[in-house]
């Protein structure tokens, strides 16, 4: 087998022994002593409760920062001055809290001041801009850099809490599963210590200060805001350089005590190393056992497997040798093992592995904590694209179960900067990604590490999880960055996230596109996850090793044609355009002033605070893509810039998609979702609403599909219009069937149609035709084709609607989109989008025209049907259904689609309770509100 870039990774993580905190790396090196599992009985009795949750009701109090500004050139003296004033120190028992703020904790300081109202909405038109400008610090910086007032505070949270009195002569920790960023805690007054990384952690023995069946008092002094997050394992996005602007700090997640016996059974992991044809599976079983006190004796225990009709319990009895950490792995069998499988190739039944373990020393017999994981039975492999052999390249082919996919999928944005938590909301994206047939998500490192229920929701889904590290552009090494941070931060996100059956593999950030002197940070982390993690590969960034990152398109200006054709990747991992959201979206966000005037006013805090890099110079570049027609409006910029994003999603992942198995294996489109409500790459909202491309990834992740490649966007007057038609065929058998093309011109008449057979292998795609329109049928006007797949069966796999020649361009227009971006960048933007406003014509808006009904009637699901007919003699495009409610639960199950004369489509409605007014409409059909 040849050599690729794992390989040689690998060979390095093995020879650097780089490591940052010593109890990790004391751990990650004990060797695995092997125990023979046997058949068993579970334990009789029940577990006992040894954990108390520390959630609810805290208090909060802020201060200034405590870190001081010293002024080299006086140094003693102002250091001395500082050293005099001193800080608060709250942490004291005689501290009276009596005038903090009440505050329900897991909780940022944000949204505790938010609901409160000691705070604005910092999402709400430019209410955090105009914080920025007026009080934003270091005020020297870029103003979406700069911290407000909230960040640049220590926040105190304190509550009381009792221990229980049965507890008296155990060991107790504390835990705290998410601190945003760093913190100190204190016990009754007294220092446990620091902590820094938002992401696990730290778990601290109280033992010797807890008061048992007595009242105790936990504080937690949570830092100002780091100033940067480079070599930082954190969030990054908040920080201002896209999106918005809002560092999450806080108790963002679960506080609880634990009792823990003199022996611990910790870190219990799971690994699918075999499936059998025969259904035969074989699983192996590690779990830890922390001794501190060396404690000798014999561990009875027992693991117990349950589900999809597989109840089976096996056990061993492990001779403690004294060792204060020791590591274990056995391997058990499970007969007609029911299978996880991918969205889209199968189900995804899952497992509950429980080990229960009881202590036998001499003393007596004392059960210890059970530990639970639910668990996916199914192997995972990389293999290496067959175009793209050698070390400079990773292996990008995904094996799941013997089966190769093609992978289609999208970033993942954490869903909110204020860390709410909201599991509904999480549940109903997650729901339009499966929808979509999204079946990979690259969980972007710049984002958060998501929640545990995000994951249990990946597996019940089938969604699979590419898990990066939150490190971005280019970590600092040591001592930039601190490696004991990080090192303890990758062990809590391994070992936590590790039994998922979704997650796939590992990365280790986001765009770190260049060793930086030593990579010390990422070799780290890759060691890590090989040592914790040997099943999953690790990939060291995206792009890196073959993947590949576009924005040519927009930041770079390029046309969305030559833009994407000009790489080769094995695997796309982000590229896009942005768009506005919906109306009903942007009035959760937008007061109505700044959206009634066109242009807009450039001195808006209210839309540069919404803006992909907060400028006017964002519209700029978007108008570019959106030239539709005239841009008159606010609503004009809305639907145009959510077609250019459609169109430019699609070209590329027909680019992709469309090349020969073993050359690309699959896509991973920027993005699914937002993390700030706002002018963005998400085709799901921040508020959860899908716009028009969230549509078209649904047409283009279908497993069965027809589509077309276009070499151009636009075609000359004297050249014909040609589109290569491929199919494929990304499910589990073989399919047959035809796709159809129809092409129609400026005023809708047919000027030509195709029919191409297609018979392809499961898991296949190929090129079966070219389909053409003569240059005298357009005249470089413009051409509207729809694309139709139909099985041999009668299927409907659906269809597509493409446009070429559909931008006009004034003169001015042209001139201004042949010069630089860097050069448009300093003119007055506001004049340029006036030029984009110009009267000139508008292909799209311009057809003849027809008429829409529709009819809503109750469905079996318990949401409705709408059915919408085109009335007309000419086809209806883009059909549009408005009037749904800007929140996550509502759902249409197709929108933004094209209807022949005559043809009329069933949309299911789902998510409300309540049927609001439902109106249809298209481009070329006035609104009509749907009949119940």
Same mark, same amino acid.
């Given at each position: 087998?040849?050599?690729?870039?794992?390989?040689?990774?690998?060979?390095?993580?093995?020879?650097?022994?780089?490591?940052?905190?010593?109890?990790?790396?004391?751990?990650?090196?004990?060797?695995?002593?092997?125990?023979? #599992?046997?058949?068993?009985?579970?334990?009789?009795?029940?577990?006992?409760?040894?954990?108390?949750?520390?959630?609810?009701?805290?208090?909060?109090?802020?201060?200034?920062?405590?870190?001081?500004?010293?002024?080299?050139?006086?140094?003693?003296?102002?250091?001395?001055?500082?050293?005099?004033?001193?800080?608060?120190?709250?942490?004291?028992?005689?501290?009276?809290?009596?005038?903090?703020?009440?505050?329900?904790?897991?909780?940022?300081?944000?949204?505790?001041?938010?609901?409160?109202?000691?705070?604005?909405?910092?999402?709400?038109?430019?209410?955090?801009?105009?914080?920025?400008?007026?009080?934003?610090?270091?005020?020297?910086?870029?103003?979406?850099?700069?911290?407000?007032?909230?960040?640049?505070?220590?926040?105190?949270?304190?509550?009381?809490?009792?221990?229980?009195?049965?507890?008296?002569?155990?060991?107790?920790?504390?835990?705290?599963?998410?601190?945003?960023?760093?913190?100190?805690?204190?016990?009754?007054?007294?220092?446990?210590?620091?902590?820094?990384?938002?992401?696990?952690?730290?778990?601290?023995?109280?033992?010797?200060?807890?008061?048992?069946?007595?009242?105790?008092?936990?504080?937690?002094?949570?830092?100002?805001?780091?100033?940067?997050?480079?070599?930082?394992?954190?969030?990054?996005?908040?920080?201002?350089?896209?999106?918005?602007?809002?560092?999450?700090?806080?108790?963002?997640?679960?506080?609880?005590?634990?009792? =823990?016996?003199?022996?611990?059974?910790?870190?219990?992991?799971?690994?699918?190393?075999?499936?059998?044809?025969?259904?035969?599976?074989?699983?192996? =079983?590690?779990?830890?056992?922390?001794?501190?006190?060396?404690?000798?004796?014999?561990?009875?225990?027992?693991?117990?497997?349950?589900?999809?009709?597989?109840?089976?319990?096996?056990?061993?009895?492990?001779?403690?040798?004294?060792?204060?950490?020791?590591?274990?792995?056995?391997?058990?069998?499970?007969?007609?093992?029911?299978?996880?499988?991918?969205?889209?190739?199968?189900?995804?039944?899952?497992?509950?592995?429980?080990?229960?373990?009881?202590?036998? =020393?001499?003393?007596?017999?004392?059960?210890?904590?059970?530990?639970?994981?639910?668990?996916?039975?199914?192997?995972?492999?990389?293999?290496?694209?067959?175009?793209?052999?050698?070390?400079?390249?990773?292996?990008?082919? #995904?094996?799941?179960?013997?089966?190769?996919?093609?992978?289609?999928?999208?970033?993942?944005?954490?869903?909110?900067?204020?860390?709410?938590?909201?599991?509904?909301?999480?549940?109903?994206?997650?729901?339009?990604?499966?929808?979509?047939?999204?079946?990979?998500?690259?969980?972007?490192?710049?984002?958060?590490?998501?929640?545990?229920?995000?994951?249990?929701?990946?597996?019940?889904?089938?969604?699979?999880?590419?898990?990066?590290?939150?490190?971005?552009?280019?970590?600092?090494?040591?001592?930039?960055?601190?490696?004991?941070?990080?090192?303890?931060?990758?062990?809590?996100?391994?070992?936590?996230?590790?039994?998922?059956?979704?997650?796939?593999?590992?990365?280790?950030?986001?765009?770190?596109?260049?060793?930086?002197?030593?990579?010390?940070?990422?070799?780290?982390?890759?060691?890590?996850?090989?040592?914790?993690?040997?099943?999953?590969?690790?990939?060291?960034?995206?792009?890196?090793?073959?993947?590949?990152?576009?924005?040519?398109?927009?930041?770079?200006?390029?046309?969305?044609?030559?833009?994407?054709?000009?790489?080769?990747?094995?695997?796309?991992?982000?590229?896009?355009?942005?768009?506005?959201?919906?109306?009903?979206?942007?009035?959760?966000?937008?007061?109505?002033?700044?959206?009634?005037?066109?242009?807009?006013?450039?001195?808006?805090?209210?839309?540069?605070?919404?803006?992909?890099?907060?400028?006017?110079?964002?519209?700029?570049?978007?108008?570019?893509?959106?030239?539709?027609?005239?841009?008159?409006?606010?609503?004009?910029?809305?639907?145009?810039?959510?077609?250019?994003?459609?169109?430019?999603?699609?070209?590329?992942?027909?680019?992709?998609?469309?090349?020969?198995?073993?050359?690309?294996?699959?896509?991973?489109?920027?993005?699914?979702?937002?993390?700030?409500?706002?002018?963005?790459?998400?085709?799901?909202?921040?508020?959860?609403?899908?716009?028009?491309?969230?549509?078209?990834?649904?047409?283009?992740?279908?497993?069965?599909?027809?589509?077309?490649?276009?070499?151009?966007?636009?075609?000359?007057?004297?050249?014909?219009?040609?589109?290569?038609?491929?199919?494929?065929?990304?499910?589990?058998?073989?399919?047959?069937?035809?796709?159809?093309?129809?092409?129609?011109?400026?005023?809708?008449?047919?000027?030509?149609?195709?029919?191409?057979?297609?018979?392809?292998?499961?898991?296949?795609?190929?090129?079966?035709?070219?389909?053409?329109?003569?240059?005298?049928?357009?005249?470089?006007?413009?051409?509207?084709?729809?694309?139709?797949?139909?099985?041999?069966?009668?299927?409907?796999?659906?269809?597509?609607?493409?446009?070429?020649?559909?931008?006009?361009?004034?003169?001015?227009?042209?001139?201004?989109?042949?010069?630089?971006?860097?050069?448009?960048?300093?003119?007055?933007?506001?004049?340029?989008?006036?030029?984009?406003?110009?009267?000139?014509?508008?292909?799209?808006?311009?057809?003849?025209?027809?008429?829409?009904?529709?009819?809503?009637?109750?469905?079996?699901?318990?949401?409705?049907?709408?059915?919408?007919?085109?009335?007309?003699?000419?086809?209806?495009?883009?059909?549009?259904?408005?009037?749904?409610?800007?929140?996550?639960?509502?759902?249409?199950?197709?929108?933004?689609?094209?209807?022949?004369?005559?043809?009329?489509?069933?949309?299911?409605?789902?998510?409300?309770?309540?049927?609001?007014?439902?109106?249809?409409?298209?481009?070329?059909?006035?609104?009509?509100?749907?009949? =119940?």
């Amino acid at each position: 087998m040849a050599r690729q870039l794992e390989d040689v990774a690998d060979e390095e993580y093995a020879e650097v022994t780089i490591s940052g905190d010593r109890w990790v790396d004391f751990v990650s090196t004990r060797p695995v002593r092997p125990v023979e #599992l046997r058949p068993a009985t579970p334990f009789p009795s029940a577990e006992e409760d040894n954990t108390r949750s520390l959630d609810g009701e805290w208090k909060l109090a802020s201060s200034p920062k405590l870190n001081p500004v010293v002024s080299q050139v006086d140094w003693p003296s102002s250091w001395m001055h500082w050293a005099g004033q001193g800080g608060p120190t709250w942490w004291e028992e005689t501290t009276d809290r009596s005038r903090w703020l009440p505050v329900n904790v897991p909780t940022t300081v944000q949204n505790a001041l938010i609901e409160s109202g000691e705070l604005p909405d910092p999402l709400w038109a430019g209410t955090t801009y105009d914080e920025q400008l007026e009080h934003g610090t270091p005020a020297d910086w870029q103003v979406s850099f700069r911290h407000t007032r909230v960040e640049q505070q220590d926040w105190w949270f304190a509550r009381t809490f009792i221990v229980p009195a049965e507890w008296t002569g155990s060991r107790v920790e504390l835990r705290l599963d998410g601190i945003s960023y760093s913190a100190s805690v204190y016990i009754n007054g007294k220092p446990l210590g620091n902590h820094e990384g938002m992401f696990g952690g730290p778990t601290l023995d109280i033992t010797g200060l807890a008061r048992f069946g007595a009242e105790n008092t936990v504080v937690v002094r949570v830092d100002s805001a780091p100033p940067h997050w480079y070599g930082r394992p954190i969030g990054s996005a908040g920080f201002g350089w896209h999106y918005g602007h809002l560092i999450p700090m806080g108790i963002w997640r679960s506080v609880g005590l634990r009792r =823990v016996d003199l022996v611990d059974v910790r870190d219990l992991k799971v690994t699918t190393t075999s499936v059998e044809p025969d259904g035969t599976a074989t699983l192996r =079983v590690g779990f830890d056992l922390e001794n501190p006190n060396e404690v000798t004796g014999v561990l009875d225990v027992r693991f117990t497997l349950s589900g999809n009709g597989n109840d089976l319990t096996v056990g061993a009895n492990v001779d403690l040798t004294g060792s204060a950490y020791q590591r274990f792995e056995g391997t058990i069998t499970v007969p007609d093992a029911a299978v996880w499988w991918p969205l889209g190739f199968g189900d995804q039944p899952l497992y509950e592995a429980t080990m229960q373990a009881e202590l036998r =020393v001499k003393s007596g017999a004392r059960r210890l904590a059970q530990l639970h994981r639910r668990i996916g039975i199914r192997t995972t492999e990389m293999a290496a694209a067959a175009d793209w052999i050698g070390e400079d390249y990773y292996r990008w082919q #995904l094996i799941v179960n013997g089966v190769p996919l093609f992978m289609k999928g999208a970033n993942w944005c954490s869903t909110d900067p204020l860390l709410r938590g909201e599991v509904e909301k999480y549940r109903d994206i997650l729901n339009r990604c499966s929808d979509a047939n999204i079946q990979v998500l690259r969980a972007w490192g710049a984002g958060v590490v998501e929640d545990d229920y995000f994951y249990d929701l990946c597996d019940e889904r089938g969604i699979l999880v590419y898990q990066e590290f939150p490190i971005t552009w280019g970590p600092p090494d040591s001592p930039h960055s601190d490696l004991a941070v990080i090192d303890r931060q990758a062990h809590e996100i391994v070992t936590r996230l590790r039994h998922h059956p979704s997650v796939f593999m590992w990365g280790g950030g986001n765009e770190n596109l260049g060793p930086v002197s030593a990579d010390e940070v990422l070799r780290l982390i890759g060691r890590r996850c090989r040592q914790f993690d040997p099943d999953r590969p690790f990939h060291r960034s995206d792009p890196w090793g073959g993947s590949l990152h576009n924005y040519e398109v927009f930041h770079g200006g390029h046309p969305i044609d030559t833009g994407y054709q000009g790489m080769d990747p094995v695997l796309y991992g982000e590229w896009g355009l942005p768009s506005l959201p919906s109306r009903p979206s942007l009035e959760r966000y937008l007061p109505n002033e700044s959206m009634e005037a066109w242009p807009p006013r450039s001195d808006d805090t209210a839309l540069l605070q919404h803006q992909p890099e907060f400028r006017m110079f964002d519209f700029t570049k978007q108008a570019r893509y959106a030239n539709f027609g005239p841009i008159k409006s606010f609503d004009d910029m809305v639907e145009y810039t959510q077609l250019a994003q459609s169109e430019a999603l699609r070209y590329a992942a027909n680019l992709i998609r469309g090349s020969r198995p073993g050359h690309t294996t699959g896509f991973w489109f920027y993005k699914a979702t937002d993390l700030f409500p706002g002018n963005s790459w998400a085709v799901i909202d921040y508020y959860g609403v899908p716009k028009s491309s969230f549509y078209t990834a649904k047409r283009v992740c279908r497993n069965v599909a027809g589509f077309a490649k276009v070499a151009t966007l636009d075609f000359a007057a004297d050249r014909d219009v040609t589109a290569a038609i491929w199919a494929a065929n990304d499910s589990t058998r073989a399919r047959s069937g035809t796709v159809e093309v129809t092409f129609y011109d400026n005023t809708l008449r047919v000027v030509q149609d195709a029919s191409f057979p297609f018979d392809l292998a499961a898991y296949d795609r190929a090129e079966i035709g070219v389909a053409s329109v003569p240059a005298a049928s357009h005249r470089g006007e413009l051409v509207l084709f729809r694309v139709s797949t139909v099985g041999v069966d009668g299927e409907d796999f659906g269809d597509d609607w493409y446009w070429v020649n559909a931008r006009p361009r004034t003169e001015r227009i042209l001139e201004i989109e042949a010069l630089p971006l860097d050069e448009i960048r300093l003119w007055d933007q506001i004049e340029v989008l006036a030029d984009y406003a110009a009267d000139r014509p508008a292909p799209l808006r311009e057809l003849p025209r027809t008429a829409l009904e529709a009819v809503v009637s109750t469905a079996s699901h318990g949401g409705w049907t709408l059915t919408v007919r085109n009335t007309g003699d000419v086809p209806a495009f883009p059909v549009i259904v408005d009037g749904l409610p800007a929140v996550s639960s509502a759902f249409l199950s197709d929108n933004w689609f094209g209807l022949v004369a005559g043809e009329q489509r069933a949309i299911d409605v789902r998510g409300i309770d309540t049927l609001p007014p439902l109106t249809v409409r298209a481009w070329n059909a006035d609104s009509s509100a749907a009949k =119940v």
